[in-house]
């Protein structure tokens, strides 16, 4: 699967966000080494901080089926956003635990505006296992 249908699956995903309190839909794809590809969207509730992202659902929604990191090799995520979208704090802590290191993320608006990037970049020091030693 190359980045054009990542980014299709995504958009796709997209179409399954319920956030009927920010209107703010945003989809993501994982891709694994065997060519799946699973899906999330982001899911509000009317208690905000019990609502969950696109990008973590997507994570999640991989792990619940058995894959690991080392079975993922890209992610895409995308909203109706002027310049790329970008994952929130709280997915780049998840992202920095459960997604490799240097696999691609694909942050997309609905406009065509693309920029890719990997987990390294978006938070450089971010908290891990380790620091719990």
Do not use: W
Request: contains cysteine; proline residues 5%.
């Amino acid at each position: 699967m190359n980045k054009a249908e990542l980014i299709k699956k995504a958009k796709d995903a997209r179409g399954l966000s319920y956030s009927p309190y920010s209107h703010f839909a945003v989809g993501a794809a994982v891709l694994t080494k065997d060519g799946q590809v699973f899906e999330g969207a982001n899911i509000e509730n009317s208690a905000y901080p019990l609502c969950m992202c696109a990008e973590r659902n997507a994570l999640y929604n991989a792990y619940m089926h058995g894959y690991k990191k080392d079975d993922l090799v890209a992610l895409a995520l995308i909203a109706d956003t002027d310049e790329p979208c970008s994952p929130c704090g709280a997915c780049r802590q998840v992202i920095s635990e459960l997604f490799p290191k240097n696999a691609p993320i694909y942050m997309v608006s609905l406009n065509g505006k693309e920029k890719e990037t990997n987990i390294e970049e978006l938070l450089p020091f971010a908290f891990s296992g380790e620091d719990l030693k």
